[in-house]
């Protein structure tokens, strides 16, 4: 069974709580919940976290080797400065889908620079709690296409 992490950065506990206007009515617990439930129909597993701290979340990153197959994340104000959460993304080589619940695009310049994204398979920005759900089958389906891939390798 595919193991995926979801990493939530800072201040994404306050979801639902302010700002709705930009981050959407959910809770945290709530875009969980969907996580799970979109995790259950899709037959995989999914553990969601979330920091306020740099560095545990990328020793959740570092500890993910052997663990688990791919990496779901917003990396929230981190998105725009964190050469560290990057490095860590690099250094495990895991496949990652960067989220946003806004669209980052169209808000202040400083948020269009994201540093992950190079390390990324790809962003979903802009669609509230579906941007995780959007990621997360993404993700999926990259997982279940590779596999696919190697099978075939072997047999040809
Ligand atoms: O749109 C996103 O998902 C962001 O990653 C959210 C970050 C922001 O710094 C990024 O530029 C874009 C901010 C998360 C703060 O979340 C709050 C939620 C509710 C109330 C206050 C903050």
Known sequence: ????????????NLLGTREKSIYGMQ????????????ARREG??????QSNHEGELVTWIQETH?????LVINPAAY???????????VAVGLPTVEV????IHRREPFR?????????????????????LLGLQAIIDYLRRKQADAKHDITT
């Open 1 to 12: 069974m595919f193991r995926i992490l979801v990493l939530h950065g800072p201040n994404l």
């Open 27 to 38: 809770t945290l617990h709530e875009v969980d919940m969907a996580i799970g439930q979109l």
């Open 44 to 49: 995989v597993h999914v553990e969601a976290r």
């Open 66 to 70: 052997g663990q688990f197959h791919a």
């Open 79 to 89: 998105t725009h400065t964190s050469i560290a959460i990057r490095d860590a993304i």
């Open 100 to 103: 946003h619940l806004s669209n």
């Open 112 to 132: 269009k620079r994201s540093l992950i994204a190079p390390v990324a398979l790809g962003q979903i920005s802009g669609f509230a709690a579906t941007s995780y």
